[in-house]
């Protein structure tokens, strides 16, 4: 009898040795590997959420960004309040005990403080190759999730956006990327989040002495005149965090401004909030490249 209960044990650890997966991804600080699929998320990087929205993923646990982010609101609604996106709830954490933290971006700062409680990683996305990291990105969710089918299907539309994308933008004129703040208003250049337009869809800089900095390099509507782009992309920071103030559109509709061949033209191109508090999502990414796309196509 104790032979037998002996023997159905070791056929029970075979089994489960046998269904686990141990799958590797690339991440901010270098490859992990991971047990695959993890039992239960907490996501702090906003970029991931949606994504992981996207391939029909279970969040266990998240930060408060609903009123940001409604659209994320599906996968929100049945996740337990961890935090925000500045500063993990770390006796939420201990208390929902998962196997898997993601941060990114701006819990990045908190890795070691939640690293403690989890196994955590790093899914900053890469500055300047924004769709690339987004796609790396469905792809390894989809490997760690048990989602490959879903996965592979939004890669491909993805990279058929991008192609599109990238068609329609070709030998069309230079182009100037903003953040509008209020009154004050930053210029990007080659190297963060929003310069996919200029370092993957090919858009060339109506400047390039612009650097490529986190924040920006401090603008005004006068260097928007001299720099006179024929297309400006444009990203409300007041309306992308819920704030109350002039919203981009009332800013830059000035006599300077409405000089440049961008405003004659009409070619201004409003960017998603979500560029600005979910970078590299999947949903982000589909919606900015339309955006762009649909406003190329028609010049």
Known sequence: MLKKTLLALSCITIAVSTCAKEITIPTARGEVTLAAPPAKIAVFDTGSLD?????????????????LLPYLKPT?????????IFEPNLEALNEL???????????????????????????????????????QRIDSFGRLFDKQAAADKLKGELETLLK???????????????????????AFGSGYRLSFIHDELGVPMADPSIKGTGHGQ??????????????????????????????????????????TKAWKNGNVVYLSSASY??????????????????????K
């Open 51 to 67: 994504t992981l929205q996207a391939l029909g993923v279970k969040v266990d646990g998240a930060a408060d960004v609903a009123k």
């Open 76 to 84: 929100l609604d049945s996740a337990k309040n961890v935090g925000t």
């Open 97 to 135: 005990k998962p196997d898997l933290i993601i941060v990114g971006t701006r819990t990045a700062k908190k890795f070691d403080d939640v690293s403690a409680i989890a196994k955590t990683i790093d899914l900053t996305d890469n500055g300047n190759k924004l769709v690339e990291s987004g796609i």
């Open 164 to 186: 599109d994308t990238k068609a329609a933008v070709k030998d069309k004129g230079n182009g100037l990327i903003i953040l509008v703040n209020g009154g004050k208003i930053s």
């Open 218 to 259: 401090p603008a005004s509507f006068e260097f928007i005149e001299k720099t006179n782009p024929d297309w400006l992309f444009v990203l409300d920071r007041i309306s992308a965090i819920g704030e109350e103030g002039k919203t981009a559109k009332e800013v830059l509709d000035n006599e300077l401004v409405r000089r």
């Open 277 to 298: 508090l979910a970078p590299g999502g999947a949903e982000q990414l589909k919606t900015d490249l339309n955006a762009i796309k649909t406003a190329f196509e028609k």
